[in-house]
């Protein structure tokens, strides 16, 4: 699901003012309805507070994602908020929020919901994107700021492709929750995860080996092996979302990844 296209402009605004979280909770709730009209405010703000009963939905860097499902609800709506003074809503950093993502969506769609969760998180990781959204003095200036960061994302055209199979082994585990995040965004879910480990750890068992497991290197043997049937695009968007995190994957020994030719596959791992 692509973010731009579920971006609701009528519910968009800069001038959030609230100075506590249930009144920001209320004021977002009214300025959904102005987009969502089968939906009556109350409703909106009752969901959104018991998402937020069950856990702050205020991150770092001053972001908030506040989010719900709610019956009765057909689409999926995205509204972009900003208030310069900023709300104590209980972030993860203590810091007040300034930038908030909201998300409405129906209650029996919890996979397009994940999706639309993962792609706003990687993108509250765009400092400059983030930088450029607050500096913002129109509502129409922080629509087409969020058009073009998201739009323009889309770098490779999705046809009927072979499918490849996707291998990445990954040693630094750091990034595991990041690498997850990216295909969460790009609706792949039918993605397998093998615990895994290298040379190091088997030789350790060996005592003729011992005196050269220093060799080997220092860095922990144990691995993460990721498994998907994607196409070729796929692979490619999948292969540039993680070097963005990780970095050049041929400058350091962090990971692997493969691409290999698929030519007999039947059934499938997607829920």
Do not use: W
Request: include cysteine.
């Amino acid at each position: 699901m692509e973010l731009y296209k579920i971006l609701k402009k009528q519910s968009c605004m800069l001038d959030l003012a609230a100075k506590s979280k249930e009144d920001c909770l209320r004021q977002i709730a009214r300025s959904m309805t102005n987009s969502v009209k089968e939906i009556e405010e109350q409703k909106i703000y009752e969901a959104l507070m018991a998402r937020e009963i069950s856990g702050s939905t205020g991150f770092e860097n001053g972001v908030a994602i506040p989010h719900a499902k709610i019956a009765g609800l057909k689409d999926f709506a995205v509204a972009l908020m900003i208030s310069k003074k900023g709300v104590d809503f209980h972030s993860v950093d203590k810091k007040k929020s300034n930038l908030f993502f909201v998300i409405i969506g129906p209650d029996d769609n919890p996979r397009d919901h994940l999706q639309i969760l993962a792609q706003i998180s990687r993108f509250t990781r765009n400092h400059n994107a983030l930088k450029e959204l607050l500096a913002v003095k129109t509502a129409e200036a922080l629509i087409e700021s969020f058009y073009r960061y998201t739009s323009d994302s889309l770098q490779f055209k999705k046809t009927k492709e072979k499918k490849k199979l996707f291998l990445m082994v990954l040693n630094e585990l750091r990034f595991f929750d990041d690498i997850l995040e990216i295909f969460m965004g790009k609706g792949i879910s039918g993605i397998n995860i093998l615990e895994s480990s290298g040379a190091r750890n088997q030789l350790s068992d060996i005592p003729l080996f011992a005196d050269f497991l220093n060799f080997l290197g220092e860095r922990s043997d144990n691995r993460k092996t990721i498994m998907a049937l994607l196409s070729e695009s796929e692979v490619k968007e999948i292969t540039v979302a993680i070097e963005e995190v990780m970095g050049d994957l041929n400058k350091h020994s962090g990971a692997l990844i493969m691409e290999l030719d698929v030519h007999f596959y039947k059934g499938t791992l997607e829920s």
